[in-house]
T-cell receptor, first 117, second 109 residues
Framework: GAGVSQSPSNKVTEKGKDVELRCDPISGHTALYWYRQSLGQGLEFLIYFQGNSAPDKSGLPSDRFSAERTGGSVSTLTIQRTQQEDSAVYLC???????????????FGEGSWLTVV | GENVEQHPSTLSVQEGDSAVIKCTYSDSASNYFPWYKQELGKRPQLIIDIRSNVGEKKDQRIAVTLNKTAKHFSLHITETQPEDSAVYFCAANSYQLTFGKGTKLSVIP
């Protein structure tokens, strides 16, 4: 696609329910990232994929959070048993190569706004 | 891992004045330093970037400088306009792109 596409754009869920957030990166991009941004805050790194593997899962806040990527393309971020503190914007980004490559620009999607009530 | 510090957290300037945002990083292996602009409710968008083999880069009213010895880099916006009002994030890449906490820039007409 022309840009990074995320769905849903908005999600309101009840505390304790599971949610799935989807990211469709720019076609041909091998690297995919998930970030979380709480209201008025910075960009918190969650996880990075190179192809289908995740070399760096260090940012996942707890074992309620998981992510997968299939076919080197679409990724899904799953949050189980959601809590109110999970409310945030979840931003997906992609780049042509991994982060160690010099000058590797990453492009963000519009984000999925999650509200846990 | 990489640690990026960004200052100031908020910045107000009069229209037409210059704005400067500064960042420091910790990992000497970092070699790519982008700046993103995020307008309210929108995605972060790349506005300028610099690689470790140059010390300065300019694009119209925006410039970025890099001091690898001191491990700091700065964003300079000249002749600020109200549409420059946004949150600006610096970043540095080591293993993965690490962002500063952002600077909220307000340009007062």
């Amino acid at each position: 696609g022309a840009g990074v596409s995320q769905s849903p754009s908005n999600k309101v869920t009840e505390k304790g329910k599971d949610v799935e957030l989807r990211c469709d990166p720019i076609s041909g991009h091998t690297a995919l990232y998930w970030y979380r941004q709480s209201l008025g805050q910075g960009l918190e790194f969650l996880i990075y994929f190179q192809g289908n593997s995740a070399p760096d899962k260090s940012g996942l806040p707890s074992d309620r959070f998981s992510a997968e990527r299939t076919g080197g393309s679409v990724s899904t971020l799953t949050i189980q048993r959601t809590q109110q503190e999970d409310s945030a914007v979840y931003l997906c980004a992609s780049s042509g190569q991994g982060p160690r490559r010099n000058g590797n620009t990453i492009y963000f999607g519009e984000g999925s706004w999650l509200t846990v009530v | 891992g990489e640690n990026v510090e960004q200052h100031p957290s908020t910045l107000s300037v009069q229209e037409g004045d210059s704005a400067v945002i500064k960042c420091t990083y910790s990992d000497s292996a970092s070699n790519y330093f982008p700046w993103y602009k995020q307008e309210l409710g929108k995605r972060p968008q790349l506005i300028i970037d610099i690689r470790s083999n140059v010390g300065e880069k300019k694009d119209q009213r925006i410039a970025v400088t890099l001091n690898k010895t001191a491990k700091h880099f700065s964003l300079h916006i000249t002749e600020t306009q109200p549409e420059d009002s946004a949150v600006y994030f610096c970043a540095a890449n080591s293993y993965q792109l690490t962002f500063g906490k952002g600077t909220k820039l307000s340009v007062i007409p």
